[in-house]
């Protein structure tokens, strides 16, 4: 275990909060058996109460340690994709505290893809509830530095792993009421998930579960988001300019998974009014980009 790895499961054990690096986003962890560690992570984001966090552990074999009545397609997916940006929505075992689950009896589970995010969670021993290290309704931090930048001293640890390569957060697929449904596109293809089961499985619109990105605006910049058709960007742009606004306009590099978070931040720190951003082609990682960017742009 690093010295850095150490310091902050000591600061978990505590009941403290440590930000770490995942595969997708960075998190805000706090120890998912105690209550009070994890009504501070709401406290600090903002968070309302009734949204549920996702928890973290080690290993898809402990699975059955977290989760009751596991199907075997939620098995399957859990052995070939854990560790992975994946979470599965199961019914809760006992011990899982009810605060990090929103009072819900289900339960958000993840192995994260992060060799920092791994040996915390071995070295930690229990599960470390986190959602992403963010304000409430903000853009996702995928450096160490943006979650200084939001968090600052709210936080009593900031593990460094460098950017985080996917980008976008986990996909969710929940299985809390049978089959399979992805409640938000993420870091693991629909295509895949779909191969690995050998069915389809639908991506549900806002529904009974409360999940937090499903609401109108989220992972939103400071500046107004507007979405441009395809080809049209660049008059949407000069358009904006003509008419005296000061507009930041993205191209698809600048929105592919991995830059999406930081292109959003750069753009908000330049000051302008508005970010034109072009929506990629739904496909792969394009269909979480595309969620991400329509949420961005939701009414606020
Ligand atoms: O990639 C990720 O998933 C990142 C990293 C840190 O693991 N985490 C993340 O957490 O994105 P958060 O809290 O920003 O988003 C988790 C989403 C929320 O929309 C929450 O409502 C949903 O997961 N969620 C968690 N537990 C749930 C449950 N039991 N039922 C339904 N939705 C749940
Ligand atoms: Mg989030």
Not at 2 to 8: G, H, L, M, T, W
Not at 83 to 100: E, M, S, Y
Not at 227 to 247: E, N
Request: hydrophobic letters at 45%; proline letters at 7%.
């Amino acid at each position: 275990m690093s010295e850095p790895v150490a310091r902050a499961v000591a600061i978990l054990k505590r009941g403290g909060l440590v930000a770490f690096p995942t595969e997708t986003v960075y998190g805000l962890g706090a120890d998912a058996a105690s209550d009070a560690a994890v009504a501070r992570i709401y406290r600090v984001k903002g968070r309302p109460a009734g949204h549920p966090v996702i928890v973290h552990i080690d290993a898809a074999a402990k699975l059955g340690d977290w989760a009751l009545e596991v199907s075997d397609s939620a098995r399957i997916l859990a052995a070939r994709f854990w560790p992975g940006p994946l979470t599965l929505i199961l019914k809760k075992a006992p011990r899982v505290a009810g605060v990090a689950t929103g009072g819900q009896d289900t339960v958000g589970l993840r192995v994260p893809d992060h060799p920092v995010a791994l040996s915390l969670l071995r070295s930690f021993g229990g599960g470390v509830a986190a959602p992403s290290a963010n304000r409430f309704g903000r853009v996702s931090p995928t450096t160490a530095e943006h979650v200084r930048q939001d968090l600052g001293g709210d936080v009593d640890f900031i593990l460094d792993g460098g950017p985080c390569s996917i980008g976008v957060e986990s996909t969710i697929v929940d299985f809390s009421s049978g089959d399979p449904v992805i409640l938000r596109p993420g870091g693991l293809t629909k295509e895949r998930l779909e191969e690995a089961l050998g069915c389809s499985v639908p991506v549900k619109g806002v529904g009974l579960v409360r999940v937090s990105g499903q609401l109108e605006s989220h992972y939103a910049p400071r500046a107004m988001v507007l979405i441009a058709p395809p080809a049209d960007s660049g008059r949407m742009a000069d358009d904006l300019r003509s008419k005296g606004k000061r507009v930041a306009l993205l191209g698809d590099k600048d929105v592919a998974a991995p830059l999406l978070y930081a292109s959003l931040r750069r753009a908000d720190e330049s000051g302008v009014d508005v970010i034109v951003v072009p929506l990629p082609e739904e496909e792969g990682l394009g269909l979480a980009v595309a969620d991400r960017l329509r949420k961005a742009a939701g009414k606020r």
